[in-house]
């Protein structure tokens, strides 16, 4: 090889252009600095749904072969630009959908400081501080959740399907033995696990990649509240055992997707501890209530799950990809991901390298996006926050009742399913309410019927955008019925 192609010239040159000069770095933050304020300003606003269609996106995208370079002021615009008009807005407080949430300026922060160090977490000798960081967040919120703070275990993950996961491998470690060595060709029988028919159905692929398969997933009835039946459980696991199958799971949902609702964790977990299965609770979303006063008493039955999800990045305003997988027992996760290799740094018997403890071995140090907002706004600053969301929920529900809409759904907490007292057409109001696009909002399934479902995600969501809310959804009724 040429030694001059190892000049300093050419080494500067480089460095450069992959981190800018200081005033290209300033050029660029000013540009970014614009962008945050005028979003900022605009997001009330701002079309919820994407303005752009397919084609004009892939117009955009097309521009790009990547052979050559291109200015980053023409890059960034363009990137911005398909963010602002080629998406939906989760961030607008005219979102009222699914679990995304508005994500607050310090998670943001948190992020780009992340992106800034690039910490790697596979072991504690590379990242002290930050694995540190995260276990006492795990450690913390295992506690509000009633676990024992030094028994407490757990690690951060890219979402509730990891997390639900890491409980499946650690369940199946656990109660079938030989699991971890010899996998599922050793076993005389099925194993098989329960969830409830309302759960988070991402339990059907990671059925699927455990190698258990669909089959093995039993889906649970519920009640008319859409709460897990646990009669119906209880006559589910006395037929499977009956058959030959071999229970090893019960899965509790903390806040369903479809409709806001706490199965009875208190009653299930006693079936579990009867009938020796592994009990975990998905509260990926609302087990943010932990962190209230007020409302943390609807998860009661949670302190004797062995294990819990939660995703902070579903009630709790952190980015995407800040989920949580937190154990009672820390000595859980041992068995199911110990492994040995000759080129990882050693660790040491106090200081646990998280690779040989959870799913994933490079690890980005996700945790920080919630301890920053956490340390700074505090746990009062939370439970503050639910607390009006709820109370904004409430104040939704009402609200339609008083204007010829039936609530379907029952819970406490801020996911309103319902739909119009003379029938209109759930289908027919969505396409009208989305045309408009000015709010947003989905449909769902709830006792067998369909119904339109709004959430509170949003904590940039006020009482006026829940009346215009209800300015959307009766002039859509209105449309419909005039066309119909």
Request: with cysteine; charged share 15%.
């Given at each position: 090889?040429?030694?001059?192609?190892?000049?300093?010239?050419?080494?500067?040159?480089?460095?450069?252009?992959?981190?800018?000069?200081?005033?290209?770095?300033?050029?660029?933050?000013?540009?970014?600095?614009?962008?945050?304020?005028?979003?900022?300003?605009?997001?009330?606003?701002?079309?919820?749904?994407?303005?752009m269609s397919k084609a004009d996106i892939a117009g955009v995208i097309a521009r790009y072969d990547f052979?050559?370079?291109?200015?980053?002021?023409?890059?960034?615009?363009?990137?911005?630009?398909?963010?602002?008009?080629?998406?939906?807005?989760?961030?607008?407080?005219?979102?009222?959908?699914?679990?995304?949430?508005?994500?607050?300026?310090?998670?943001?922060?948190?992020?780009?400081?992340?992106?800034?160090?690039?910490?790697?977490?596979?072991?504690?000798?590379?990242?002290?501080?930050?694995?540190?960081?995260?276990?006492?967040?795990?450690?913390?919120?295992?506690?509000?959740?009633?676990?024992?703070?030094?028994?407490?275990?757990?690690?951060?993950?890219?979402?509730?399907?990891?997390?639900?996961?890491?409980?499946?491998?650690?369940?199946?470690?656990?109660?079938?033995?030989?699991?971890?060595?010899?996998?599922?060709?050793?076993?005389?029988?099925?194993?098989?696990?329960?969830?409830?028919?309302?759960?988070?159905?991402?339990?059907?692929?990671?059925?699927?990649?455990?190698?258990?398969?669909?089959?093995?997933?039993?889906?649970?009835?519920?009640?008319?509240?859409?709460?897990?039946?646990?009669?119906?459980?209880?006559?589910?696991?006395?037929?499977?055992?009956?058959?030959?199958?071999?229970?090893?799971?019960?899965?509790?949902?903390?806040?369903?997707?479809?409709?806001?609702?706490?199965?009875?964790?208190?009653?299930?977990?006693?079936?579990?501890?009867?009938?020796?299965?592994?009990?975990?609770?998905?509260?990926?979303?609302?087990?943010?209530?932990?962190?209230?006063?007020?409302?943390?008493?609807?998860?009661?039955?949670?302190?004797?799950?062995?294990?819990?999800?939660?995703?902070?990045?579903?009630?709790?305003?952190?980015?995407?990809?800040?989920?949580?997988?937190?154990?009672?027992?820390?000595?859980?996760?041992?068995?199911?991901?110990?492994?040995?290799?000759?080129?990882?740094?050693?660790?040491?018997?106090?200081?646990?390298?998280?690779?040989?403890?959870?799913?994933?071995?490079?690890?980005?140090?996700?945790?920080?996006?919630?301890?920053?907002?956490?340390?700074i706004l505090g746990r009062a600053g939370f439970s503050k926050m639910i607390d009006y969301q709820v109370?904004?929920?409430?104040?939704?529900?009402?609200?339609?009742?008083?204007?010829?809409?039936?609530?379907?759904?029952?819970?406490?907490?801020?996911?309103?399913?319902?739909?119009?007292?003379?029938?209109?057409?759930?289908?027919?109001?969505?396409?009208?309410?989305?045309?408009?696009?000015?709010?947003?909002?989905?449909?769902?399934?709830?006792?067998?019927?369909?119904?339109?479902?709004?959430?509170?995600?949003?904590?940039?969501?006020?009482?006026?955008?829940?009346?215009?809310?209800?300015?959307?959804l009766n002039q859509a009724r209105d449309a419909v019925r005039k066309s119909g």
């Amino acid at each position: 090889m040429s030694t001059t192609t190892l000049n300093t010239d050419v080494s500067r040159e480089i460095i450069a252009s992959f981190f800018p000069e200081q005033g290209e770095r300033t050029e660029v933050f000013g540009f970014l600095k614009n962008v945050v304020e005028n979003y900022v300003a605009d997001i009330s606003t701002i079309k919820v749904n994407p303005s752009m269609s397919k084609a004009d996106i892939a117009g955009v995208i097309a521009r790009y072969d990547f052979d050559g370079s291109l200015p980053a002021a023409s890059v960034l615009g363009d990137v911005i630009n398909l963010m602002e008009q080629g998406m939906v807005h989760v961030t607008s407080p005219n979102y009222f959908g699914l679990f995304n949430p508005t994500s607050s300026f310090w998670g943001g922060i948190a992020d780009f400081i992340t992106a800034l160090y690039n910490p790697q977490l596979a072991v504690w000798s590379h990242a002290p501080a930050c694995v540190d960081i995260e276990e006492k967040l795990i450690r913390y919120l295992g506690q509000l959740a009633g676990f024992t703070p030094a028994h407490v275990g757990g690690a951060f993950t890219t979402g509730g399907a990891e997390a639900n996961c890491t409980a499946l491998i650690c369940a199946l470690t656990r109660k079938i033995p030989g699991f971890a060595k010899q996998g599922l060709q050793s076993q005389p029988s099925q194993p098989v696990f329960y969830i409830s028919a309302d759960s988070h159905l991402a339990w059907l692929k990671i059925a699927l990649q455990s190698g258990l398969g669909h089959d093995a997933v039993r889906l649970v009835g519920v009640d008319v509240n859409g709460k897990m039946d646990v009669a119906q459980l209880s006559a589910t696991l006395a037929d499977d055992r009956q058959r030959g199958f071999t229970p090893f799971m019960l899965v509790g949902t903390a806040g369903t997707t479809n409709a806001g609702v706490i199965d009875p964790l208190a009653e299930m977990a006693v079936v579990a501890r009867e009938q020796g299965l592994y009990f975990h609770v998905d509260a990926a979303w609302a087990g943010a209530i932990l962190l209230s006063d007020h409302h943390s008493p609807l998860l009661r039955g949670i302190e004797l799950a062995d294990s819990i999800t939660l995703d902070a990045h579903k009630w709790l305003t952190a980015p995407m990809g800040t989920g949580m997988f937190i154990c009672a027992d820390k000595t859980l996760l041992n068995e199911p991901f110990a492994v040995s290799t000759n080129y990882m740094p050693a660790g040491d018997d106090v200081n646990i390298d998280p690779y040989v403890n959870s799913m994933q071995w490079s690890r980005r140090f996700n945790g920080l996006k919630l301890f920053i907002p956490l340390a700074i706004l505090g746990r009062a600053g939370f439970s503050k926050m639910i607390d009006y969301q709820v109370e904004l929920g409430a104040y939704l529900k009402s609200s339609l009742e008083l204007h010829g809409w039936v609530v379907v759904n029952a819970t406490p907490l801020p996911v309103i399913c319902f739909k119009d007292a003379g029938g209109v057409n759930i289908d027919q109001l969505l396409v009208q309410v989305l045309a408009a696009n000015q709010v947003w909002l989905s449909s769902t399934t709830f006792n067998k019927e369909k119904a339109l479902r709004t959430c509170i995600t949003s904590y940039r969501s006020t009482r006026a955008d829940v009346d215009n809310l209800l300015v959307q959804l009766n002039q859509a009724r209105d449309a419909v019925r005039k066309s119909g």
